[in-house]
């Protein structure tokens, strides 16, 4: 154990202090006073005399002695017969015994040992050798003492932990800082781990209509969700960042499976949104969607951070790589590296792949849409089905800007909305764009009366040379566009 962490035991932990306590049993009270006058001046020992032995146990009972010495033969029970007695008390079950006899019988001295005695003395020894056995025992005893009260504490500690901990840190990093004298230390490892990125598509927008304790109870719902999920499938939960969720596959724990189980738990959080919005609609907020990104690579693990301040988290490339990855999906998608797929093999449905050139890294890399993961997970999405758009007998004028990260560009487009659904579009424009590109629409009505400023969606298929068009899929959709949409599907289908 380190110095900090036994100074920081030392420091939480504190003993009830334990005096040498005697509890004599005779029936001769002549004995009883020879014993009391040898540890009279001995200033740290408490003496106790008990005549009558049918009352021994309730007396120790109240006393709880650190040592006992009884008479082999009384009258009123037999010496053996009490033995027993102690040691099958809750109580007096471990308390040190000492059998006093007036004669030194082999076959006497066995069967009191054999029925739970320490020792055994012939009345009465020297004065020296009395309080030297008594002094022996009784440290013997509360140490023990002392031991079980650490034990417990302990225990109690580690169950506040657990109780207040559990609730932001994973069971395997508790177990990991409770059971390791290492656990709580700073540094940190290369291990090749699997980690897993979730967000709620277009959540900041929705956000943005919706009263603070709606927010805080749609990300509630879904954080509470998605984390059955992930223990599961016994993900480490590294960090909530709001909507989001960062997870590790392979740490503190590593398992032969993690690529797998990190797929297979994205899968089934894909299949619980239907809970998730369940749950919302019966509060009357409106349908969220996830989108999740996963990579493996090899990573930095470990406690990150001061003495004061630490977290158990990863850090390397592959973090940002996979958030990088995270970010191309759209709602209900699951996109994973190259190297994700591999570990997992032939067992995945791979829905669909696209190349991509994330920022900071030197050339492009293929990522996959996961559609499930069979073998002994065997679980699976709905198969994908091309949306059939309704073409607009009058398109809808628009006008767009293109996203980097979280922020605008300067500049915005004009363009025309040609087909929709409530879900996606097809827009036709003159301006250069690129599958995954992320904008932000202002839709207008035929009387150029503006609905919203704050339509978002991706860019889900490469634009088509011919004719300039693209497909996008909303990511976040106010509600004042969301039925104005539908009062122009309902209009186009009456004509």
Known sequence: MTETSEKTMSDSVSFTPHRITVLLVDDQPIIGETLRRMLATEHDIDFHFCQDPTQAIKMANKISPTVILQDL????????????????????????????????????????????ANDYMVKLPDRLEVIARLRYHSKGYINLLERNEAHEQLEKANRLIRKTFGRYLSEDIVNSILESPEGAALGGEKRFVTIMMTDLRGFTSIGERLPAEEVVSIINIYLETMTEVILKYQGTIDEFIGDAIFVIFGAPILRDNDAKRAVACAVEMQLAMAEVNRRCMEKGYPKVEQGIGINTGQLVVGNIGSKKRMKYGVVGRNVNLTARIESYTVGGQILISETTMEECGPILRIDDQMEVMPKGVKKPITIYEVGGIGAEFDLFLPEKKSVELVELATPLDIRFVLLSGKHAAKDSHEAKMV??????????????THKLDNIKISLFDSEAKEITSDLYAKVIEEPSESSHTFRAHFTSVPPEAVDFLERVLASNSKQ
């Open 73 to 116: 033969v009384m009258p009123e029970l037999d010496g053996l017969t009490l033995v027993r007695y102690f040691r099958a008390s809750q109580t007096t079950r471990d308390v040190p015994l000492i059998v006093l006899s007036s004669k030194e019988e082999a076959v006497t001295k066995a069967e009191a040992f054999a029925l739970g």
């Open 419 to 432: 087909g929709v659904m409530t879900s996606c579009s097809e827009i036709q424009t003159e301006v250069e």
